[in-house]
């Protein structure tokens, strides 16, 4: 259930294949305790998660382009 990560609360989420960023760039934008890691092997979708972050100056919000 995605509202039970949102609130005051200090959290590591892993969101695998992140794709666009659902649900990883929301819980990063409602709740800057969580740290966030999007995993996306996909290059231009990375490319696409990598500017959302520099543009809503995520820092909380960790990229990682593929996990082997």
């Known amino acids: 259930n995605?509202?039970?990560?949102?609130g005051d609360k200090d959290l590591n989420v892993?969101?695998?294949g992140s794709g666009s960023g659902f649900p990883?760039?929301?819980l990063?934008?409602?709740n800057s305790q969580n740290?966030?890691?999007?995993v996306?092997?996909?290059r231009k979708k990375a490319q696409f998660?990598?500017?959302?972050?520099k543009e809503l100056s995520?820092?909380?919000l960790v990229l990682n382009d593929r996990i082997i």
Not at 2 to 6: F, H, M, Y
Not at 49 to 53: I, S
């Open 35 to 38: 740290r966030v890691v999007a």
């Open 14 to 16: 892993l969101d695998m």
């Open 28 to 30: 990063a934008i409602v």
């Open 58 to 60: 995520l820092s909380h």
């Open 2 to 6: 995605l509202a039970a990560l949102i």
């Open 49 to 53: 998660l990598e500017q959302v972050q």
């Open 24 to 26: 990883s760039v929301i």
């Open 40 to 42: 996306e092997s996909k």
